[in-house]
């Protein structure tokens, strides 16, 4: 116990090295680790699309031919680094502007229900449409027909498996896969499809130059360009389908899992940029993170303390020098941002300050235009972090002793000296912690300030708003690292406090001890009054104030009138003047005053 009481500071950084470590290592191996499907473990785990229907094909509208997939073993795929290309050894064809949806809409546009649907590469571009019970893969016929690709042959159906559930696993941040559906994959080049009750569309045009793939209820005509009749898939029973009222626009997302599209062109003309391995591929990830939300962040947090610490120092005194009644109200609304939801801090700030109110409308006239902007970011944190400041502050002054500040204002000092030169000295350690947790709440603020500033990047954007929007951008590996240094600053500023803390009670300790063995008989507040009025300014040396101290008899001293009620020593203003004066006068060798 000695051993670790004499090195726990040794032991504290220790223990905080080993956790910061700990918290790096995930991102380390995920960075280290790859994300190519072409290693013999991962090619193992990227299995076919399993279907109840190989090799077979039905017969569509116009003699069109709708193929289910026969795929058998999995071929090495390599796979970009940006996770959207992918191409097999071999194979002519790659697949390049890879992305998936893992959420599609139902918005009317222009009052027409489109159905649900998601976006599009391009026209041209080949879609994978989960559903509930079967997958379709749609390559454009004329698509086919210009790179001569052979949609009714398996060998192609199954190397374009292969590249879609490379991409799909490279791109599914956790969701699931198409292998883990275990649907059958059918492969078709008709725009529209009836599958039992419903219709599905690839390639629908709902505003000018965006295509989406769509699903809606059967008999619903959405595309008037698209031929009525249709082809009739072999898809699997859908009695537990439920059933959509006739004319009644549905919410099809329970049906429509996830689509996903890309570009079918040539290997020849994708250029497969490999994925870096080991200590190259963490360099690589550390070199193409936008480090811009650390320095928004840092910048935003450390103005907004600046008049957090103003503003919170401020409110703690004002509190303390009102009637109970109105303190309970000051109260009240300096905490109020504490508890509220920070989505309503962001949105009264959104309201007070846009045009939707009289004030907000003054500012715009007047050329002050915050909403969106990086004072908006600012504001929100203040909002957000000031009652942390202020209930910290707050609780050190109504912890100070009252008859300290009674016996100073006895000895003739002003509101504006106790408080600058005695209330803050001793309730610093507590405004500085408050300050340092102000600052992470400011720092790792997120739904007042998006809300309010927005997701400019380099503007508006700080870590919190970049992890959530990587994370929904399918880049969880970047919002992975900002976790971590989110979790790392938050360590540091706690284990910064408890230091200090630390630190404090000792300092504090050796004081009291120091006083115990100096005693005078007097309290605190008379102690330090006797040693800045009574005691000469020539002080003696270390052994002769030693002794002093030790034969001082306060029954004998002057300049205290009055006695010990208590254990409180009050000294009167004639008194304070006259100590004063023997304080500035000469002293001789004795210590004493002339």
């Known amino acids: 116990m000695w051993l670790i009481n004499k090195h726990k500071r040794l032991i504290a950084w220790v223990l905080a090295i080993v956790a910061g470590t700990m918290l790096f290592v995930p991102p380390l191996a995920y960075a280290l680790g790859g994300t190519s499907v072409s290693d013999s473990n991962d090619a193992g785990r990227v299995s076919a699309i399993a279907t109840s229907v190989k090799g077979t094909s039905v017969d569509g509208a116009n003699g069109s031919k709708t193929y289910v997939s026969d795929t058998t073993d999995a071929p090495a795929v390599e796979i970009s680094k940006e996770k959207d290309a992918a191409a097999i050894a071999g194979f002519e064809f790659a697949l390049t502007n890879f992305s998936r949806s893992n959420k599609g809409t139902a918005r009317s546009v222009d009052n027409k229900d489109y159905g649900y649907r998601y976006p599009l590469a391009s026209q041209d571009a080949l879609a994978v449409l989960a559903l509930d019970s079967v997958t379709y893969i749609y390559v454009p016929a004329d698509v086919a027909k210009s790179l001569g690709l052979n949609l009714y042959d398996t060998d192609a159906q199954h190397m374009l498996t292969q590249l879609i559930q490379a991409l799909d696993d490279a791109n599914s941040n956790g969701g699931t896969t198409l292998a883990q559906l275990a649907h059958p994959a059918v492969f078709t080049s008709e725009p529209r499809i009836t599958w039992g009750a419903y219709t599905v569309e690839f390639g629908l045009e709902v505003e000018s130059g965006y295509y989406y793939a769509a699903i809606n209820a059967a008999g619903t005509t959405t595309s008037p360009d698209v031929a009525s009749t249709s082809a009739v898939t072999s898809a699997p029973d859908t009695t537990t389908s439920p059933d959509v009222a006739s004319g009644e626009p549905a919410d099809l997302s329970h049906v429509a899992l996830f689509c996903e599209t890309g570009i079918l062109a040539p290997a020849s003309s994708v250029n497969i940029t490999a994925t870096p391995e080991g200590w190259a591929a963490l360099e690589d990830f550390l070199g193409g993170i936008d480090y ?124 504006q000296r106790i408080f600058f030169r005695l209330m803050l000295p001793l309730a610093w350690p507590s405004i500085a912690a408050g300050t340092v947790l102000a600052f992470a709440r400011a720092m790792g603020e997120f739904g007042a300030t998006l809300f309010v500033a927005g997701n400019y990047a380099g503007v508006t954007q700080t870590m919190p708003i970049a992890i959530y929007f990587q994370w929904m951008g399918g880049r969880t590996d970047v919002a992975t690292f900002w976790v971590v240094v989110v979790i790392l600053i938050s360590f540091i500023v706690i284990l910064f406090i408890n230091l200090y803390a630390s630190h404090t009670q000792r300092f504090r300790k050796r004081g009291a001890n120091e006083d115990d063995d100096n005693d005078t008989g007097l309290d605190y507040a008379g102690k330090e009054a006797y040693r800045q009025i009574v005691m000469p300014v020539d002080k003696p040396s270390a052994s002769q104030a030693s002794d002093a101290d030790a034969s001082v008899d306060t029954s004998k001293m002057p300049q205290l009138s009055g006695r010990e009620t208590s254990g409180t020593t009050s000294l009167d203003a004639a008194a304070f003047d006259k100590a004063t004066q023997a304080k500035d006068a000469p002293t001789d060798k004795e210590g004493e005053s002339g």
Not at 312 to 337: C, E, H
Request: hydrophobic content about 55%; aromatic content about 12%; charged content about 15%.
């Open 292 to 415: 811009r939300p650390f320095w928004v962040s840092l910048r935003t947090s450390a103005v907004a303390m600046i008049f957090v610490f103003i503003l919170g120092l401020a409110a703690a005194r004002l509190s303390l020098r009102v009637n109970s009644r109105v303190k309970d109200i000051l109260d009240a609304i300096f905490t109020i941002p504490m508890v509220l939801p920070p989505t309503v801090c962001g949105f009264l700030l959104l309201v007070a300050f846009g045009n939707s109110t009289a004030f907000g409308r003054w500012l715009i006239d007047h050329g002050i235009e915050l909403v969106f902007s990086w004072p908006a970011a600012v504001i929100a944190a203040v909002v957000v972090s000031f009652p942390l400041m202020y209930r910290t502050t707050r609780g050190a002054f109504e912890a100070q002793d009252s008859d300290m500040l009674d016996a100073a204002r006895t000895l003739g000092w002003g509101e």
